[in-house]
């Protein structure tokens, strides 16, 4: 796939707060790692969270969060992975392990809820696993990092059932002001991706605009989800310009007010600088 070119870059830094930068896509391998972190510090984006959704996606994400100081991670089981796994048990284990072994590790996430790609079948599995790791960010005080995808009534029901961990956040928030309200009045930072970008986003849009500014985050969710006018082409941290332009025009914000916000709340809701 074309890569798109480098927008201009932002006044003050900001930071990528959910990105692969271990996954290609289609045809297009993965970029390697000091070349993606060139190209975002370049514009602006001079820290980013490395998630792992699998077993190797996690132990992937220690390694480069070790070897690269503008990364930290984030450990877990996808909602869609946890019922395709042969030991539920043995997966968390090592999940655990990772994250709490290695001070590099900010975040217990992705996890989650997704009804659009798990069907019944796997429900009652991928709720355990949500609740599991809702557990393990609590008892080692990690970010919670949530994934929910058409799922946002049974995301609160278990989140309203368990004790919630002291920081936690809304990836790809994807839901409408009302959704967005109720995950603020339990503690939630909001995180936009280049979805809030899209034309039929207008929903979303409508959320971005009543989130206060200190819960506000942005991502990519590299590779995929890449902002206008680019979308359908292959999404890295180097094009967060794009979806931060895009948010200060929707809130009203000053650009510079807006960026040094993000990237103060973005040590908030991983536990401090790094």
Request: charged share 25%; net charge negative.
């Amino acid at each position: 796939m074309t890569r798109p070119p480098a927008p201009e870059p932002l006044p003050h830094p900001v930071v990528d707060n959910h990105c692969h930068l271990d996954i290609g896509r289609g045809d297009d391998p993965a970029v390697p790692v000091p070349e993606a972190l060139a190209a975002a510090a370049a514009v602006g984006v001079r820290r980013i969270v490395q998630i792992g959704c699998d077993l190797p996606g996690a132990r992937w994400a220690v390694e480069a969060a070790s070897a690269y100081p503008s990364l930290v991670a984030g450990v877990a089981l996808h909602p869609n992975e946890a019922p395709r796994l042969d030991s539920l048990d043995e997966a968390m284990a090592e999940i655990e392990a990772l994250a709490g072994a290695h001070d590099r590790v900010r975040a217990v996430g992705e996890t989650g809820l997704d009804h659009f790609r798990t069907g019944e079948e796997g429900r009652a599995v991928q709720e355990e696993s949500f609740r599991r790791h809702i557990d393990l960010a609590k008892r080692l005080d990690k970010t919670l990092v949530i994934h929910d995808r058409d799922a946002h009534d049974d995301v609160l029901r278990v989140l309203d059932s368990e004790s919630l961990p002291e920081r936690w956040v809304m990836h790809c928030f994807s839901g409408d002001a009302a959704f967005a309200r109720a995950c603020l009045d339990r503690g939630a930072h909001l995180s936009f991706a280049g979805t809030v970008t899209f034309k039929n986003a207008g929903d979303l849009r409508d959320a971005l605009a009543i989130t206060p500014l200190d819960r506000v985050l942005v991502e990519t969710d590299a590779p995929y989800l890449t902002p206008t006018p680019h979308r359908g082409q292959v999404n890295a941290s180097y094009l967060v310009p794009l979806t931060v332009r895009a948010m200060a025009e929707v809130r009203g914000d000053d650009l510079a007010d807006l960026c040094a916000a993000i990237d103060g709340n973005t040590e908030v809701a991983f536990g401090g600088a790094w």
